[in-house]
T-cell receptor, first 113, second 111 residues
């Protein structure tokens, strides 16, 4: 059974640029959630995708957007990057019927200069 | 708005003793709580959960207690082992699918 994988592991961008982060969910999981974890903070929910549709969103502006593909992998896109977007971005997959238990990937560390 | 709070950033415990990690929440609509463990350079790993209809859930060395009137939950690890050294996050969910995480407590188990 393959776990949740994320790419890239690290990324450096400059303010105003756009970034795409990728996530492959655990085998058989059709739900993916994205989180932002700033330094010294807990993960903050960005949004969730279920069967290729957005299925809930946290308090993040529209420049944070996502996609889920038929194979349940997912992308997080962030436009017009700001310095405060520097964080660890985590994705988590789950079976929709048991979404209490989420399995997290190792994260992508984004630095915005 | 921090709906889940872990007021102790760090905790040190001797191997073999009990570790107690605490978590407070403000949202009375939370119906499910989880604890995650996180090692450096890894994503959080699910540890144990509890539904709001229960006040205790046990899994091996790990027990979570929920006090709804006090809006407080705690994770007990007995006996503590050096491999338990990690950052522990608690999370709560109101009806829906958004989890709110605390800021974490770094546990160090001293051999």
């Amino acid at each position: 059974e393959t776990g949740v994988t994320q790419s890239p592991t690290h990324l450096i961008k400059t303010r105003g640029q756009q970034v795409t982060l990728r996530c492959s969910s655990q085998s058989g999981h059709n739900t993916v959630s994205w989180y932002q974890q700033a330094l010294g903070q807990g993960p903050q929910f960005i949004f969730q995708y279920y069967r290729e549709e957005e299925n809930g969103r946290g308090n993040f502006p529209p420049r944070f957007s996502g996609l889920q593909f038929p194979n349940y992998s997912s992308e997080l896109n962030v436009n017009a990057l700001e310095l405060d977007d520097s964080a660890l971005y985590l994705c988590a997959s789950s079976l929709a019927a048991r979404q209490e238990t989420q399995y997290f990937g190792p994260g992508t560390r984004l630095l915005v200069l | 708005d921090q709906q889940v709070k872990q007021n102790s950033p760090s905790l040190s415990v001797q191997e073999g003793r009990i570790s107690i990690l605490n978590c407070d929440y403000t949202n009375s609509m939370f119906d499910y709580f989880l604890w995650y463990k996180k090692y450096p350079a890894e994503g959080p790993t699910f540890l144990i959960s509890i539904s709001s209809i229960k006040d205790k859930n046990e899994d091996g060395r790990f027990t979570v207690f929920l006090n709804k009137s006090a809006k407080h939950l705690s994770l007990h690890i007995v006996p503590s082992q050096p491999g338990d050294s990690a950052v522990y996050f608690c999370a709560g969910r109101p009806t829906g699918n958004q989890f709110y995480f605390g800021t974490g407590t770094s546990l160090t188990v001293i051999p």
